[in-house]
Structure formats: structure tokens, C-alpha cells
């Protein structure tokens, strides 16, 4: 199925975009442990802060993008490439919105600019995963138009999950997304 193109739109009030750098680096770490709703516990919070190391605002920058207010505190981000070994693909690695700053359509315009820019770059579709046990994950990413992919099993809503797809017990949801 080919997906509606959405053409970014602008930021809801007087927040910015940019790419990030490696000064950006500390602050990603905070929302990382403390954006989740607790999901996963400490545990959980350190699974997140050690998935996004420092290379991702060193090296894949151009695909990335933070989102700040006014007074330059960090309201959202989103950390993306491009597949090196799959030229058609590019993949969505983290996004975050503050917790005061969800459902303004924030998480919407930071994924319709990293569409933007994987079609710019010649790619056809979009994959992501998310943890089997992020419900909001999985409605927001059904509602950005991906696709679940065929799983191992499914869970006892019917999502079909990958088993151990990142290692013993870290199961996963595979989503993708036709540009
Ligand atoms: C998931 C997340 C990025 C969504 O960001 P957001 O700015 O609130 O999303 P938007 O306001 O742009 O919503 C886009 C669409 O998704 C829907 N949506 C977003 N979160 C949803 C949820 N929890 N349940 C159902 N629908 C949801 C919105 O209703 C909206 O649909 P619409 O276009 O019909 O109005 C944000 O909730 C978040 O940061 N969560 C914690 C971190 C996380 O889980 N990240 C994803 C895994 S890496």
C-alpha cells in the first residue's frame, strides 16, 4: 500500500527544530530515562540511555532532530539513519516527546520531516522497532501508518512479537512504513 505523503508542517508554538550535536548528547540521556512513563523501571531507563550512545549525535546527526522551546530546553527528539546495507531503507531508531508535550502533534512532525528527508535521499520505506510492552509505542506507530510485521507469536492482544529479537528476554515489535 502507498502511504499518503504529508508534507511537514509547522511546529505547534514557538518551539524549533534542529539537528543535534554532541553537546546534545547529556540532555538525550535525561529524557531518556525520565520520558518513558517509568516503562521498564531503572532498568528499563539504562536499556534506553545505553541504546542511544554519544555516535548517534556524532555520526548520524543529519538524520536526527531535536526540538526545543524558547528558552532552549529540549522538548522532543527523534534519532534516525539511513540503512547503509539497505539502500531503500531508513530507520527510525528513538523518539521522545516530554511528557507535558504530547498530543500537540509534536511526535507527527518530527516523523513527516524524517519521511521527508529519507525521500529526499532516495528511500522507499521506513522500519522501526519498539518494545512489545510500549502500548503507546504501538498505537502511535499504527497511527503514523506502519505496519506490524509477522512475528513468532502473538501476544494475548494479538500483536505479533519477535521473541528475543535483541537478545535473551528482549522481545520486540517490528514496524515498517511504505514512503
Ligand atoms: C509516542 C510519542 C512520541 C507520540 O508523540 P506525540 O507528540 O504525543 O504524538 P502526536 O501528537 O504527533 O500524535 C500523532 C498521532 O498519534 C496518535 N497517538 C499518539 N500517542 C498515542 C497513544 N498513546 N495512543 C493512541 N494514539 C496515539 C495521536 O492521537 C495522533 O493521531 P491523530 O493524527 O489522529 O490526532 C510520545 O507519546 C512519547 O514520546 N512517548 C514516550 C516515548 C516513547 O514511547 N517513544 C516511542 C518508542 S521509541
Redesign the pocket.
Known amino acids: 500500500m502507498i502511504e499518503r505523503t504529508r508534507v511537514p508542517g509547522p511546529l505547534p508554538g514557538e518551539l524549533t527544530l534542529r539537528h543535534p550535536g554532541p553537546a546534545d548528547h547529556a540532555r538525550l540521556q535525561v529524557a531518556l530515562a525520565e ?3 517509568g516503562l521498564g523501571g531503572a532498568a528499563g531507563a539504562l536499556q534506553r540511555q545505553l541504546l542511544v550512545p554519544r555516535l548517534f549525535v556524532q555520526h548520524f546527526a543529519d538524520t536526527s532532530f531535536l526540538v526545543e522551546r524558547p528558552d532552549r530546553t529540549l522538548h522532543a527528539f527523534l534519532i534516525g539513519f539511513l540503512s547503509q546495507t539497505d539502500p531503500a531503507t531508513a530507520y527510525i531508531h ?4 516530554c511528557p507535558e ?9 518530527l516523523y513527516d520531516r524524517f519521511f521527508a528527508a529519507a525521500r529526499a535521499a532516495g528511500r522507499s520505506q521506513v522500519r522501526c522497532i ?1 518494545s512489545s510492552n ?1 502500548r ?2 504501538l ?2 506507530h499504527r ?2 501508518g506502519f505496519r506490524l510485521e509477522p512475528g513468532d507469536r502473538t501476544d494475548d492482544e494479538g500483536v505479533p512479537v519477535h521473541e528475543d529479537y535483541d537478545g535473551p528476554g528482549l522481545d520486540r515489535v517490528s514496524f515498517v512504513r511504505e514512503l
Open positions: 520520558w518513558w512513563d528513538f523518539v521522545g516527546v508535550g504530547r498530543g500537540d502533534g509534536v511526535g507527527s512532525a519498539t510500549n503507546n509505542s498505537a502511535y497511527r503514523m
